[in-house]
T-cell receptor
């Protein structure tokens, strides 16, 4: 099935730094979502975006639904060690398609 | 929040046997559930969409006779891997849509790690 283009593939940052990752698609989605997956577990929903241009925050996380409805970004401010994991973007219409994931490593 | 329970969390089986994985929505009704497969360090690949009371819709390349899906109630979908082979070893994850509208968020189970020996 169609996949989304998510970048970067991996990030190695120092604790306290800000993080930014994004997703693009050749198709329009009506909903963009961001999930975090820890090893051996299922993805956990972080933020859901429903309108083009929407900017939503969840604690230190901020995500935006692109105006064209073909892209979204996720920012994490002041990273901490527990932010480590894989972050997936997802575009949702009748079903859901995932990006390849961004593997985040935070050095204390 | 919405909880999706998946069972078992891990299973080891011998080649040629069948394995059933359950996905339950614990505090909401889910007319639609999805089954994904994930290989190490890769993203989730949609296998099939499970609809309560009707046949599942399979993605291209997924064998429906090998991966049997049953969605007999609004809170339970099952995936049966029939005649499992080592190449079927993977992490299988289900998700359920909370809410009736098509863009309601999906909530995921914790996955089932299948190892076929």
């Amino acid at each position: 099935g169609q996949q989304l283009n998510q970048s970067p593939q991996s990030m190695f940052i120092q604790e306290g730094e800000d993080v930014s990752m994004n997703c693009t698609s050749s198709s329009i989605f009506n909903t963009w979502l961001w999930y975090k997956q820890d090893p051996g577990e299922g993805p956990v929903l972080l933020i859901a975006l429903y309108k083009a241009g929407e900017l939503t925050s969840n604690g230190r996380l901020t995500a935006q639904f692109g105006i064209t409805r073909k892209d979204s970004f996720l920012n994490i401010s002041a990273s901490i060690p527990s932010d480590v994991g894989i972050y997936f973007c997802a575009g949702q219409d009748n079903d859901m398609r995932f990006g390849a994931g961004t593997r985040l490593t935070v050095k204390p | 929040g919405a909880v999706v329970s998946q069972h078992p969390s891990w299973v080891i089986c011998k080649s040629g046997t069948s394995v059933k994985i359950e996905c339950r929505s614990l505090d909401f009704q889910a007319t639609t559930m999805f089954w994904y497969r994930q290989f190490p360090k890769q993203s989730l690949m949609l296998m099939a969409t499970s609809n309560e009371g009707s046949k599942a819709t399979y993605e291209q390349g997924v064998e429906k006779d090998k991966f049997l899906i049953n969605h007999a109630s609004l809170t339970l979908s099952t995936l049966t891997v029939t005649s499992a082979h080592p190449e079927d070893s993977s992490f299988y994850i289900c998700s359920a849509r909370q809410g009736l509208i098509y863009n309601s968020p999906l909530h995921f189970g914790n996955g089932t790690r299948l190892t076929v020996t």
